[in-house]
């Protein structure tokens, strides 16, 4: 439903202004968070119970098809690039980008579908039921915006690298015993800078990921325990923190929030998501003395945040000043060429000015960078409404 380019992107997702960043390397020693950062007792117990180990769990599905299907193509290839073939040939597995939730690898493997994390988890799974290696890499400076409602999201990228296990009398070096697999295409791995993390990373993404979606449909006390669970599972990695000081701060938890948000924010001191965030919860406080500082540092760091242009940019869309918008929604789209909302809303812009052949463009766009199947229906049924209108 994508091009490659952009079906694949996505990884790791953090809410409202969210964490773009790990806080420590894959060697950082791991300091368990103070217990004054959860606050159990204000929240219901979870619906769905959380066990991070479930990311991983191998269905009997899966089981046969390593049996049956990659041991066929194995006969003819070593056992790294029978699964990696699997996973990029349409005769294969067929998977299709969707980001409307973060699957286990169980799931992705039913659904043939999933955002980055949730195929990097099938493809683990798989690994380790062969007897490969797996080895995590989080892609530098691959971080993209997204939003839902009031809520903003940043998400990364991650791959994975494939070993075989190294016999006892093994000698020599063998070229092929590493394999890389990301759902990149060939020419956009050129030059990538990346950093190895723990599997306890990964499941901390997973986890936080969880706890974002369930926040973002309203089930606070859910994504409470899935924020709570990926905090114990790697202390190091930020994200976590930043979506439990939000879950808090909806929650009505302001001073909880408030200690979770400072906890964050002094391993990593100038992450701009994490001091907005400590922004409003010292708001809530009536402490508007120490906002006002936080968000002057911000400022200095980040003057033009994401979706800036594009917020002015609706802002101009409401007193009808369709050119102005246009521009703003361009200057957007410049420094995000990716995100589908940014060309729906300049194909909005266009159509109010009557130029219908680059909204249906901007349109195509939309549903090209799409990351549901929900929002490509959308813009395709839209797209088809235009191309109607423009015939008559």
């Not at 103070?34 to 089981?63: G, H, I, K, T, Y």
């Not at 015993?177 to 993390?197: C, K, S, Y």
């Not at 409003?280 to 760091?301: M, N, T």
Request: include cysteine; aromatic fraction near 8%; charged fraction near 20%.
């Amino acid at each position: 439903m994508k091009r490659i380019r952009e079906q694949l992107r996505l990884a790791f997702l953090s809410p409202l202004l969210l964490c773009a960043a790990l806080a420590g390397c894959a060697t950082a020693p791991v300091t368990p968070p103070p217990p004054d950062l959860f606050n159990d007792a204000s929240f219901a117990a979870p619906a769905v119970p959380v066990d991070p180990q479930q990311a991983f769990a191998m269905s009997e599905a899966m089981r046969l098809y390593v049996r049956v299907d990659i041991a066929r193509e194995a006969r003819s290839k070593n056992p790294r690039r029978a699964l990696a073939d699997a996973l990029r040939n349409r005769a294969g597995l067929q998977l299709e980008y969707d980001a409307a939730m973060t699957r286990t690898a169980a799931q992705a493997f039913d659904a043939r579908s999933g955002n980055c994390l949730s195929l990097v988890l099938m493809t683990a799974a798989l690994a380790k039921e062969m007897g490969l290696e797996v080895r995590y890499q989080v892609v530098l400076g691959e971080e993209s915006w997204s939003r839902s409602g009031d809520m903003y999201f940043v998400a990364g990228h991650v791959n994975l690298a494939l070993e075989r296990r190294p016999l006892s009398n093994a000698v020599g070096y063998d070229s092929d015993a590493i394999l890389l697999i990301d759902f990149l295409p060939g020419e956009d791995l050129v030059g990538q800078r990346t950093q190895e993390v723990r599997e306890a990373t990964i499941l901390a993404m997973y986890l936080n990921n969880r706890a974002a979606e369930t926040m973002a449909s309203g089930e606070l006390d859910q994504a409470y325990w899935y924020a709570r669970a990926a905090i114990l599972q790697d202390p190091t990695f930020a994200g976590s923190f930043n979506t439990m000081g939000i879950i808090q701060l909806r929650h009505g938890d302001t001073e909880p929030a408030r200690r979770t948000l400072a906890y964050a924010l002094e391993r990593s001191p100038s992450n701009p998501v994490l001091l907005s965030n400590l922004a409003q919860a010292l708001d809530g406080l009536g402490r508007a003395g120490e906002a006002q500082l936080l968000r002057r540092k911000l400022l200095a760091l980040q003057p033009e945040p994401p979706f800036h242009f594009f917020n002015q940019g609706q802002r101009a869309m409401e007193t009808a000043d369709y050119q102005e918008a246009a521009r703003l929604f361009k200057r957007e789209i410049a420094r995000d060429p990716y995100y589908h909302e940014f060309h729906f809303w300049l194909a909005q812009a266009y159509a109010r000015m009557g130029q219908l052949a680059q909204a249906g463009r901007q349109l195509e766009l939309a549903m090209d960078n799409s990351t549901t199947r929900s929002e490509h229906g959308l813009y395709a049924a839209k797209l088809q409404r235009l191309r109607a209108a423009s015939a008559h």
